[in-house]
């Protein structure tokens, strides 16, 4: 019964009394139990939460109000996005015990609309990785094939939708933390622009670069999603005053309408070397599907692109090196056992943290000291605005722009973890994004020979996330169609 459920068939079966909220988180928290320990997507369950919300839902139905956009819809969140009274542990030891005294500000949005949180999801420790391996709790199982990894640092937030663990779910977008595990679990992940979605109550990781954005079966869901969790939000002064438009409707507006059609930028530095061939032709069949709905498909250049990864290692471990400082064993988590200040410091910090996390406050702290913060941290903030201007240029002639998500399918687990360097290049295609702070869906576009799935990346102009959803629902009706 739950299975391939969507956001509007859960709300219109309770809305016509075939089920309650209650009685679908129950059947949630069933299959968790059943098949979550083959995945491992959860990491601490809230069912009286989840049934306290599930019970005002149908509470609502049963006296016949109308019913929020996302009544009883059985959702899990990122373990980096903070819950009141929820342990909440970044994927850490350090936040072991960490229990958060108020809300992330999507995860409010997403419970006023009327969706039941079910729990808390796996991720790397503090978002740091592409494959969940670095979360300190457990790895987390591709559910499409479990000698893989889900992609990361949002790992259990797509597995747990390709699963259906969840109807959908949040993660967070550093450098394609959504993007790149949407693409490796097969299912549609989405960071909007910068300033989209309110980071107030997300655990920093990198504040320039970091981003909150939803994961679900189906474009259609994302956009109820975002529509539900984007706008200004007085607790994050980088949220921006830009009205929300109803993504929603915005879908249906075809592609090709009476005016000029719309336009698909191409750049052939996201087609080069390293680019695995399967993952070549689905993207390339997948552009060509875009062109038959009337799309004009128009080669562009983004020429700083090969210096994207250098520049969001510096800047990222940058900005973690400052926001992890926090964790000293005083205000937050883990305090180790010590004789004196220094030595808690120092032992809760090393105790707390895990190896991928200590590798990049070591990186982070030498890119910003004195005699190296000049040819570091301020070359990468050059290069930086080099790359924006990269995708400035582009917009002025395409509308949309259109990458694979990764250059390979999904890994196996254990491939890369001895290997950072080969780790990093997983997000070769997806940190340009972030850098630039420009939105980027990834869509199923097809399977490799062994079954695993393959993304399609599209980008949009800042805050023109209308257009990008409204490309990617286009493609993905047409791709179901054929
Ligand atoms: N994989 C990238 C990193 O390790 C991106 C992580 C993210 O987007 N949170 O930094």
Known sequence: MVSALTIDDVRNA?????????????????????EDSEIGAFLTLCE?????????????????KPLPPLAGVPVAIKDVMVT??????AGSKILENFIPPYDCTAVARLEAAGAVILGKLNCDEFAMGSSNENSAYHAVHNPRDKSRVPGGSSGGSAAAVAAELAVATLG?????????????????????????????????????????????????????????????????????????????????????????ALKIGVAKE????????????????????LAELGCEVVPVSLPHTEYAIPTY???????????????????YGFRAKASNLSEMYRLSRDGGFGMEVKRRIMLGTYALSAGYYD???????????LLTRDFDEAFKKVDVIATPTCPTPAFRLGEKVNDPLAMYLADIYTVTANLAGIPG??????????????????????????????????YEQARKAA
């Not at 075939?18 to 968790?32: G, K, V």
């Not at 830009?242 to 993504?247: A, G, K, L, Q, T």
């Not at 040819?375 to 605005?385: G, P």
């Open 14 to 34: 309770i809305e016509a009394g075939q089920t309650t909220a209650a009685a679908l988180a129950r059947e949630f928290y069933r299959r968790i139990r059943q």
């Open 48 to 64: 009286e939460r989840a049934l306290a919300q599930a019970g005002r839902i149908d509470q609502m139905a049963a006296e016949g």
């Open 84 to 89: 009141s009274g929820v342990r909440t542990t």
């Open 172 to 260: 967070s977008d550093t450098g394609g933390s959504i993007r790149q595990p949407a693409s490796f679990c097969g299912v549609v992940g989405l960071k909007p622009t910068y300033g989209r979605v309110s980071r107030y109550g997300l655990i920093a990781f990198a504040s320039s670069l970091d981003h909150v954005g939803p994961f679900a079966k189906t474009v259609k869901e994302v956009a109820l999603v975002l529509r539900t969790i984007a706008g200004r939000d007085p607790m994050d002064a980088t949220s921006a005053e830009v009205p929300v438009p109803d993504y929603v409707a915005e879908l249906e507006k075809p592609l090709k309408g009476s005016g000029e």
């Open 270 to 289: 996201y087609f080069g070397s390293g680019l695995d061939p399967e993952v070549r032709a689905a993207v390339e069949a997948a552009i060509q599907k």
């Open 313 to 331: 290692y510096i800047v990222a471990t940058a900005e973690a090196s400052s926001n992890l400082a926090r964790y000293d064993g005083v205000r």
């Open 375 to 385: 040819a570091y941290y301020l070359k990468a903030q050059k290069v930086r605005t």
């Open 441 to 474: 869906i990834s869509v199923p576009c097809g399977e490799n020979h062994e079954k695993l799935p393959i993304g399609l990346q599209l980008f949009a102009r800042h805050f023109d996330e209308a257009t990008l959803l409204r490309v990617a629902h286009a």
